[in-house]
């Protein structure tokens, strides 16, 4: 069962591997991988057609999953779940 995240440190690791797992589900696995291995900011207009309808729904999904400090980075990604994510694996 998918739990929210409370943006601690200490339950990133367990969280990370829920989400990955439920959004692997959705066949978001691939550009989130991708994502979390990008060196620069991700940015709409870099991504293809199924990128950016995935990238919505990945923001969606944070948003809804996500408090405290990950909420914030969830928030100042702009609706660019990609850029997101990536940023959270990079923080971890």
Known sequence: RLQRF???DEKWGDWCLRFEAYTALL???DLMANASQSRGAITVDQLGERAIAVSARLWH???T???GKAMGVVK???KNGLEAWRQ???RA
Request: glycine share 16%; with cysteine.
């Open 65 to 67: 999953w996500c408090d």
């Open 61 to 63: 999904l944070l948003i």
């Open 88 to 90: 959270g694996r990079t």
């Open 76 to 78: 100042l990604a702009h």
């Open 6 to 8: 409370d943006g601690t």
């Open 27 to 29: 066949g978001f696995e």
